[in-house]
């Protein structure tokens, strides 16, 4: 098993930063790939970013590409998603999650998920 928890969320301004984090405990977390995802009211769950076990590879949608980057401190057993630039169609509930892969963005192969947390962005 892998307990994942996020933090970080909040409410910012348009062209604000924020920084997500999630700890992981459990399992070895470097043998995982890790993403984070995000969910809007009334739309479907999307991949945000993702990062491969060794962070040699890295992933990004289109829409946050330039503004987010994710990373990850695998001494630490955590992974981040630096958010600048925010936008309010940024706004979500912010999930992070395991999967027991070298890489992967597809949802999924996500095994383990976090609470999520809020992240909401005004204009």
């Known amino acids: 098993q892998v307990q994942l928890v996020e933090s970080g969320g909040g409410l910012v301004q348009a062209g604000g930063s924020l920084r997500l984090s999630c700890a992981s405990s459990?399992?070895?977390?470097?043998?995982?790939?890790m993403g984070w995802f995000r969910q809007a009211p009334g739309k479907e769950r999307e991949i945000v970013a993702a990062?491969?076990?060794?962070?040699?590879?890295?992933y990004y949608v289109d829409s946050v590409k330039g503004r987010f980057t994710i990373f990850r401190d695998n001494a630490k057993n955590t992974v981040y998603l630096q958010m600048n630039s925010l936008k309010p169609e940024d706004t979500a509930v912010y999930y992070c999650?395991?999967?027991?892969?070298?890489?992967?963005?597809?949802?999924?192969?996500?095994?383990?998920w976090g609470q999520g947390t809020q992240v909401t962005v005004s204009s």
């Open positions: 999650a395991a999967a027991n892969t070298p890489y992967t963005r597809l949802g999924d192969d996500y095994r383990y």
């Open positions: 459990g399992r070895t977390f470097s043998n995982y790939a």
């Open positions: 990062i491969s076990r060794s962070a040699g590879s890295t």
